[in-house]
């Protein structure tokens, strides 16, 4: 019987190393639960695809009418040139485009700004 148990341990473990990071990923333009909180009742989480990714959030500087763009991803780590990735929140500017993203890497961390 401990054998049995035993396998069963290990297959249970297998899983949890086997799941991948789960993020939100939406956005503001295209969902209106995906502002400065993401409405977690509407949206779930989904299962990144790529193991070297953190879960990411990105905030556009506000526009004209004062609407802010939020955007959640599944991100890739060194998608961005000269981007600190590490967790927490960094401004980052490219040409004439300035945001905020904020690292984090644990499940349904980017559900928050």
């Not at 956005?27 to 193991?51: H, M, Y």
């Not at 609407?67 to 929140?89: F, I, K």
Request: proline fraction near 4%.
């Amino acid at each position: 019987m401990n054998d049995i148990l035993r396998k069963i341990c290990i297959f249970c473990a297998a899983l949890v190393v086997a799941s991948g990071l789960q993020c939100y990923v939406c956005d503001s333009a295209g969902s209106e639960f995906c502002g400065a909180n993401v409405n977690t009742e509407r949206i779930k989480p989904v299962e990144c695809d790529d193991e070297n990714v953190k879960c990411g959030t990105q905030i556009q500087d506000p526009a004209e009418d004062g609407w802010v763009g939020v955007m959640r991803v599944c991100y890739p780590l060194g998608s961005l040139p000269r981007m600190n990735e590490t967790n927490g929140c960094h401004q980052w500017s490219n040409n004439n485009f300035t945001a905020r993203f904020c690292f984090c890497e644990t499940d349904g961390c980017n559900s928050k700004i």
